[in-house]
């Protein structure tokens, strides 16, 4: 990943947005015999499980 992709992953964690790419890289290292989510998939779950966990991580 290049300093762009770095970048780019670095302002998504500081909003708290779900990082696809990185998901990728985790699934591939230790899912490798299952297939990923797709995208689309990916966000749903991942908006899922930050807003149904009961605790809101954000300041305001």
């Given at each position: 990943?290049?300093?762009?992709?770095?970048a780019r992953s670095?302002?998504?964690?500081?909003?708290?947005?779900?990082?696809?790419q990185k998901y990728?890289?985790?699934?591939?290292?230790?899912?490798?015999?299952?297939?990923?989510?797709?995208?689309?998939?990916?966000?749903?779950?991942?908006?899922?499980?930050?807003?149904?966990?009961?605790?809101?991580?954000?300041?305001?």
């Amino acid at each position: 990943m290049g300093w762009i992709g770095q970048a780019r992953s670095n302002v998504k964690t500081i909003f708290g947005m779900p990082d696809y790419q990185k998901y990728l890289e985790h699934h591939k290292s230790t899912h490798p015999d299952q297939p990923p989510m797709s995208e689309k998939e990916y966000y749903m779950y991942a908006l899922k499980n930050r807003f149904d966990s009961g605790t809101v991580n954000r300041c305001c």
